[in-house]
């Protein structure tokens, strides 16, 4: 058996409308209100239009004005319209590709503590997207990224920590850094976990609990632990 062992680029931009106090404001969004604070220079009401544009929430889906919004936020710092700079270059949204621009936003918005740029900047870092490849930095990113929560990080930091990549191979860690991810329901880290137990990596070996962690993989849809769970069934 052996654990998946990848740094995951995921697309972190959400429709994080913080505004919206009920599941109808989210809705109906007042976007007359908000174009004119935004028309006023409030920055958090324009990354607010720009994710409205850009989803096509209430208003018809946008790339460049939801870009224009985003820019016009990012002239005040602001590290939400940042990050979500980020993901448009990374992504190719509505622009040309470009990963050395994506790194760049992301490395402003995380230099002012925003945990998804932290991590989709250190996933730059550890496959060398954009940056040249440099696994410090990238686990340095991801360890602020961590120290904030962030799910997705402490299971890279389990990779890292498992596989040896820019740090001492430490399976003790690697089950430490699996176990935080595990516990806020991250599939791979539940499945990464169990196979640490099975082998007795880092951690006592314990076949009750690998079977427990491969369930709870399982239960998302993870196939792998859905093969190992058949293959442990008397």
Known sequence: MKSVRIFCLLYFITLNITYAKTEQEYMNPNIEQI????????????????LLYLHGVGVEHNYELAKKWFDEAAKKSNRDAEYNLGVMYEY???????????????QKSAAQGRANAQYNLGNFYANGTGVPQDYNLARSLFEQAAAQGHADSEYNLGV???????????YKLAAEWYQKSAAQGHASAQFNLGILYVKG?????DYNLAKSFFEQAAAQGHENAEIIISQLAP
Not at 38 to 43: E, S
Not at 92 to 106: I, P, R, T
Not at 201 to 205: A, V
């Open 35 to 50: 174009t004119d604070f935004a028309t006023q220079g409030d920055d958090d009401s324009q990354v607010k239009l720009g």
């Open 92 to 106: 190719g949204d509505g622009v040309s590709q470009d990963y050395k621009l994506a790194a760049e936003w992301y």
């Open 160 to 170: 890292m920590y498992e596989y040896g990549d820019g740090v001492s191979q430490d």
């Open 201 to 205: 990596l880092g951690i006592p070996q």
